[in-house]
């Protein structure tokens, strides 16, 4: 019973651990979520392509892209053509995120980043 006991405790301790890890909350309200374990089976062109969301009074701040096996070519594509145009997208849980169109000549990357925001967001609801 014992063993049973210490299994459930560090069973709960890793949970824990690892919903730090994917969002934390700034001293400015800031809330950050990480992809990286959130969405690790969202891949671009060459694997995941894991983002940081920021995210402050329901509105998107920022989405910054974190390491990726895709080409720095396609993931500056993406960077300066596509992330920009999350900034300042309103949050709703009664809309889903309008649509933002991917980056021609990095699809596969477009899309997997559009994938990590979605499901960066739907974390952030139900756990901000």
Same mark, same amino acid.
């Given at each position: 019973?014992?063993?049973?006991?210490?299994?459930?405790?560090?069973?709960?301790?890793?949970?824990?651990?690892?919903?730090? &890890? %994917?969002? /934390?909350?700034?001293?400015? @309200?800031?809330? =950050?979520?990480?992809?990286?374990?959130?969405?690790? &089976?969202?891949? @671009?062109?060459? +694997?995941?392509?894991? =983002?940081?969301? /920021?995210?402050?009074?329901?509105?998107?701040?920022?989405?910054? #892209?974190?390491?990726?096996? &895709? +080409?720095?070519?396609?993931?500056?594509? %993406?960077?300066? @053509?596509?992330?920009?145009?999350?900034?300042?997208?309103?949050?709703? *849980? *009664?809309? #889903?995120? #309008?649509?933002?169109?991917? %980056?021609? +000549?990095?699809?596969?990357?477009?899309?997997?980043?559009?994938?990590?925001?979605?499901?960066?967001?739907?974390?952030?609801?139900? /756990?901000?």
């Amino acid at each position: 019973m014992k063993k049973a006991y210490i299994t459930v405790l560090l069973m709960a301790a890793f949970v824990a651990a690892e919903a730090q &890890d %994917v969002m /934390h909350k700034e001293k400015d @309200g800031t809330y =950050v979520v990480n992809t990286t374990t959130l969405a690790k &089976d969202v891949e @671009g062109y060459a +694997g995941p392509t894991p =983002v940081e969301v /920021h995210i402050k009074k329901n509105k998107i701040v920022k989405v910054v #892209p974190l390491k990726t096996q &895709d +080409g720095p070519k396609y993931v500056a594509k %993406v960077k300066n @053509g596509m992330l920009p145009k999350y900034e300042g997208v309103k949050i709703d *849980k *009664k809309k #889903p995120l #309008p649509q933002v169109d991917g %980056v021609t +000549g990095a699809t596969f990357t477009s899309d997997a980043v559009r994938e990590n925001v979605k499901r960066a967001v739907e974390y952030y609801q139900k /756990h901000k």
